[in-house]
Structure formats: structure tokens, C-alpha cells
């Protein structure tokens, strides 16, 4: 049988799957014609997400993100849901020099507690909601300057334009993740989750 990472190569190193545990501490959804959230008790998935959130549907258009197709292009939608952390926005605001950022304005459908670096949780993690609801990440949220400005207008800070343009290197890797429905139903508030991490590769230089 064909060794494809023989011992004379670099070595790789596997990280067994594991499991993890996690609570649901707020939900919020957003009007169809914006992205900032208010606060609901609960949500009701579908295939294509939150029915009548901004970021539903099956598909979506591409942006910024995606470089490598023209603006615009239709595409799978894998941002069906975003994620984040009440101790990593913390540390967003220490280091933006505010008191708090709140999880609606920058477009967060969940806020999980229990789960120390939120933001590191691999591609294909999946997360079991007790209600039966499964959402698999897909990616971690890249900080952009449209959720710095909402930041910086919410926050109250003097200049928008510079809060717009901190809060991408204030919030890179702790901006939470995106995710998209792989099972549907209903999440409420205070829900308990059962995480499981995939296994990883990493690759030794």
C-alpha cells in the first residue's frame, strides 16, 4: 500500500477528532434589508437558514471574498449563519479602546459560550444542538470595514472612518465564524451543544 507521507518526507502531524461542549447564551436574527441583528428567543432553520434573515438562502452572490470569480457570481451560500463569542469581542473592544461590542452589530445570528477560542474551531467542526438542529462551520469571519463602521456608529466613537478601518486588524481571528444549516429545526436560548472537532492535519515545514 502506497505511503503518501512516508518518515523520510516532512513530517505530519494528526490531531485526533474530539468533542467539546457548549451552551447557547443569546440568538438574534436581521431584517431582510440589513445586516445588523436584534435580539430573538428563538430560530427557525431551514436549508437555506433563517427564513427572512439577511444572509438566507440556499445561494448567494459572490464579493470581496472571493477573488478568484467575478463580483457577483451566484454561488453556494456557505454563510448562512454567523457565530461569535462574548470573550472574543471583549477583546475586540479592549483593543479598539471601547467599552463593548455587542453581538448585533456586526450580524451575529449566535452567541456561544463555553467554547475558549470560538474563532480557531476548524473548517467541517459540527455543531449538535439538543433540539436536534445541526450547523457545520465553515470558515472563520473575516472582519471587514462595514462591521467596523456599524461598530464605530453604535459604539459612539468620534471617528466612523477610523473605527471602520481598526477593526479588521483589532478583530482578525477573534471575529467568530460562519456557518451554514446541515440539519434544520429550532434553536432556543440557553440550548445546550455537543461540538465535535474533525480531525486535522498539520504540516511540518
Known amino acids: ?119 480557531m474551531l476548524p473548517s467541517g467542526t459540527l455543531l449538535f444542538f439538543k433540539g436536534g438542529v445541526t450547523i457545520k462551520v465553515d470558515a472563520q469571519n473575516g472582519p471587514c470595514r462595514i462591521a467596523g463602521r456599524s461598530v464605530a456608529e453604535n459604539a459612539g466613537m468620534a471617528d466612523h472612518e477610523a473605527g471602520a478601518l481598526l477593526f479588521p486588524k483589532a478583530a482578525k481571528r477573534l471575529r467568530g465564524l460562519v456557518a451554514w444549516v446541515e440539519k434544520p429545526g429550532r434553536i432556543t436560548t440557553g440550548e445546550e451543544i455537543s461540538v465535535r472537532v474533525p480531525e486535522q492535519w498539520i504540516y511540518r515545514a
Open 1 to 119: 500500500m502506497l505511503d503518501l507521507f512516508p518518515e523520510t518526507e516532512n513530517p505530519v502531524e494528526i490531531i485526533p477528532a474530539r468533542k467539546l461542549a457548549a451552551q447557547v447564551a443569546a440568538l438574534y436574527v436581521a431584517p431582510s434589508d440589513h445586516f445588523e441583528t436584534r435580539a430573538v428567543d428563538e430560530l427557525r432553520l431551514g436549508f437555506d437558514g433563517i427564513g427572512g434573515d439577511f444572509h438566507a438562502g440556499a445561494t448567494r452572490r459572490s464579493g470581496g471574498r472571493e477573488p478568484w470569480y467575478p463580483r457577483g457570481t451566484e454561488m453556494r451560500n456557505e454563510r448562512q449563519l454567523s457565530i461569535v463569542a462574548a470573550d472574543e469581542l471583549a477583546i475586540v473592544a479592549q483593543r479598539m479602546g471601547i467599552a463593548e461590542i455587542k453581538p448585533e452589530w456586526i450580524g451575529a445570528n449566535l452567541l456561544i459560550e463555553g467554547l475558549p477560542h470560538l474563532s
